[in-house]
């Protein structure tokens, strides 16, 4: 089946298949991460613009990174430097963009939705790089990569995430791809941040820390950040390390083949001891690596490339 | 000028408990039970054959935009989407630029409405000054500048001492308040409903307890201080059953809701598309049919547009910046016959019933019938025609419509303003 999407706005709307292509064209990429020579001509004389009107330093150096892989030019625009700090609207910023002749742009919004109304203004791939709350493809897309990679096929297998769900893409687009990669998947933490609606998402909503986390196989922590605590939605970071901060103990309630992952910055001894970060069943800095072989699977991909002539085995 | 005589309609007046094919004759700009021998001769006639006369149609929460934000809506256009939409009165915001908290501002939008308006456009007033929420505005001048209501509309008056001064002040001048019903504290950064649709988009979700919180609360203060309180744009389930219990110990509160909450859900907002941004927002089908309940009990009182016009390149964004509001006075009769006659099996009676004579009770207005001796405000509409809505070719300075390029049927005809045709079906006659 040949690739067809210009633009990855949400994993929500891709298909299994479509998973497994990314997933199977980031494997081929990701030995060419070890090599000395790392870099391929796939998207020699594309420019690909990274539009991040959101702050971010590792999805923007993974993107960057991945592009400069691909032999892509790569030019990037932040808040601050881009016109809409002078009331541009995103309309003619991305319109002066494809102007430019760019090939591909890569955006960072705070506003869901803004990558979709971007493609639907553009004729260029756009890649959302994660917009507010809705949706992170990217991020799911490694994460699910890391975990298959470790694990295997998805079906069946217990995945939980821990933490403010409610604000988190991270979250959105982990539970849409691995829904349908067939996982089981439970999303815990207090009750002001994990609310019930996320159960007509398909996942489990629990409270309570040890069922959750019983003979889980992968364990997802999110950030947990301090502006929460300010709108009330928990009452202190020492309360939310105390009741759902994973420490040894609770760690000893996952399957003994489980593995920790975090989508980063971390906090060390709010949402994750030190020790279990950097421990044996982290795959915290995999996931970082996977995230440049991913993102040049979706550059490559959206920029019209096709799966086959980048095979596993190549 | 010369007399009419609208011939073999089905005439509507629910004030008169009318409901049968007759005529309806105008002289010297009122009803008239009928015209003599000489008089039908020299009478205008327009042919009602197949179509229904009721009294103009009456809307007690409009946006025109003037003064201060005119290139989104005038008085003048407004009033042409009005008389295009079969509504011959109609009551607008005071959120204006400046807001309409003083009686020069007061004076300055009625000098145009006598300048511009095709139909009786209404002024209200602000409840606080400039709708801010801190001082009263000055209501009692208000009200003898010609004020039919006050109203903070978009900016509800979030202190309870403050709205109860009010209520308590208001009521001097047996003036009503009307109250959108949001508790801002609940709905900071919020954009759509709080649910299962919000959830899975990633935005901020405004709940329906913002909007029960003042609705109860409103039923309090109302009860203490005797004040009519009209809640305005009800959406939430909730909201509809505190209202019924007040109502059954006789709170003087009344509510209105809206054709686009009748009609469209917060699943409309799959696509982050901004026409379906609307404050408050669309909500779920369970609270559709709990707001149709209540039109159907009585509950809720009327239908009301909150005709609320931007232009494209101001709801052209992305959805968290895009602001509020929708078009809604083209397209407020066929929606609502859509939904409540045709899916809810309201009589038609009912329906003309909640978007005149109610509406004109509501706030004392001489408006919404067809009795003898009042004023020849009639609209003469077609119930089946289809037909598509499009609204750049519509006659608002704006096109924000969810409506734009769908099909809808029943359509206006004819409007006429105390007995002038202002609008034929086509053309609006400017002034």
Known sequence: ????????????????????????????????????????????????????????????????????????????????????????????????????????????????????????????????AGDGAHEHPTQGLLDTFTMRERLGELDGRRVVILGDILFSRVARSNIQALRTLGADVTVVGPSTLVPPYFEALGVRVSHDLRSALADAEVVMLLRIQHERQNSGMFPSIGEYTSMFGLNQERASWLHPDAIIMHPGPINRGVEIDSELADGDRSVILEQVTNGIAVRMAVLYLCAGGQPEYVTPTA | MPSLWIKNARVIDPANKRDRVGDVFVQNEKIVASLSAADKKKAKVIDGTGLVACPGLVDIHVHFREPGQTHKETIATGSHCAAAGGFTTVVCMPNTSPPASNTGTIQYIKDVIERDAVVKVLPTGCITVDMKGETLAPIGSLARAGVVAITDDGDCVQSNELMRRACEYAKM?????????????????????????STRLGLRGWPNAAEDLIVARNAILSTYSGAHIHLQHISSKNAVELIRRAKARGVKITAEATPHHLALTDECIEGYDPKFKMNPPLRTAEDQQAIIGGLRDGTIDIIATDHAPHTDYEKDQEFDYAPNGILGLETALPVTLGVLQRQNKFRLAKVIDLMTRKPAELLGLPAGTLSAGAAADICLFDPQEKWTYDAKAGFSKSANSPWDGEELQGRVKTTIVNGKVVFDGKKVRKR
């Open chain 2, 173 to 197: 001048f047996d003036l009503p308040l009307m109250d959108h019903c949001q508790d801002h504290s609940m709905t900071v950064g919020a954009v759509m409903n709080e649910g299962v649709v």
């Open chain 1, 1 to 128: 089946m040949p690739w067809n999407r210009r633009h990855l706005i949400t994993l929500e709307e891709l298909s299994r298949a479509e998973l497994d292509q990314i997933h199977s064209t980031a494997t081929g990429f990701k030995k060419i991460l070890t090599r000395s020579v790392k870099k391929v001509p796939a998207l020699r004389g594309k420019t690909i613009v990274n539009l991040f009107l959101e702050p971010s330093t590792r999805t923007r150096m993974a993107f960057d990174m991945a592009a400069k892989r691909l032999s892509a030019d790569v030019i990037s625009l932040d808040a601050k430097s881009s016109s809409t700090t002078k009331g541009e609207s995103l309309r003619d910023t991305a319109q002066n963009i494809a102007a430019l002749q760019a090939d591909m742009i890569v955006i960072r919004h705070s506003a869901p939705g803004a990558p979709l109304y971007l493609s639907r203004l553009l004729n260029i791939p756009v890649i959302n």
